[in-house]
């Protein structure tokens, strides 16, 4: 299965299988944003939940396609940036001021 991760404009596609868990996940995006995976943060989108690294994917309920944010550390007292994905169209949707 693959799932897309977005972060600002964006996008990663990532082969995995339901029994991965989102630790291996981080490693494969490693690979391609350059980011280690103690400074990653993926939530799921159509949930808004974060996943958890020791859990499946399956376990999570991420599905084939499935859509998540991917956020960075910003700094050492454990402060991440806000989800921001853009959208071609209209500019950016801030995930932490939707209601």
């Not at 991965?20 to 939940?49: F, Y």
């Not at 994917?57 to 991917?70: G, I």
Request: proline letters at 5%; hydrophobic letters at 35%; glycine letters at 4%.
């Amino acid at each position: 299965m693959y799932i897309r991760a977005k972060r600002r404009v964006t996008t990663y596609f990532v082969y995995c299988e339901p029994s991965h868990k989102v630790l291996q996940v981080k490693h494969n995006l490693e690979v391609l944003c350059g980011q280690p995976p103690s400074d990653m943060r993926l939530i799921l989108l159509h949930t808004n939940a974060l996943l958890d690294d020791n859990r499946t994917l399956a376990e999570q309920r991420v599905e084939n396609d499935a859509v998540v944010a991917l956020t960075y550390r910003l700094s050492d007292d454990n402060e991440w940036e806000p989800v921001c994905i853009e959208k071609p169209d209209d500019g950016a949707v801030d995930m932490d001021h939707m209601g």
